[in-house]
Nanobody, 120 residues
């Protein structure tokens, strides 16, 4: 079994910062890509950022460019999302996603989500 556990969400004022973490655990053989998505109330889930696990370019949604930074710790199977200059429109549930190979069937895994609320 594979688990993704997110942490770091919370309530912050506009202009503030938060750092999200997502740790992958279980019967993982290798990780290909990890990323972050978000879903605001009444909206579809949207891509935020992703990072390849063995090097290469990171990718960001236009809304995240210049404000968010995705990084990884390969030894800990953990991906981070540093979010700066937060805006009310960043309010959403943030989900971690991993594309990986495991000892169990399946290649696409999601965390349970962590709430980020940007409120004055």
């Amino acid at each position: 079994q594979v688990q993704l556990v997110e942490s770091g969400g919370g309530l912050v004022q506009p202009g503030g910062s938060l750092r999200l973490s997502c740790a992958a655990s279980g019967s993982i053989v290798s990780i290909y890509i990890m990323g972050w998505y978000r879903q605001a109330p009444g909206k579809q889930r949207e891509f935020v950022a992703r990072i390849p696990w063995s090097g290469g370019n990171t990718y960001y949604a236009d809304s995240a460019k210049g404000r968010f930074t995705i990084s990884r710790d390969n030894a800990k199977n953990t991906v981070y999302l540093q979010m700066n200059s937060l805006k009310p429109e960043d309010t959403a549930v943030y989900y971690c996603n991993a594309q990986l190979r495991a000892l169990v069937p399946g290649t696409d895994y999601w965390g349970q989500g962590t709430q980020v609320s940007v409120v004055s």
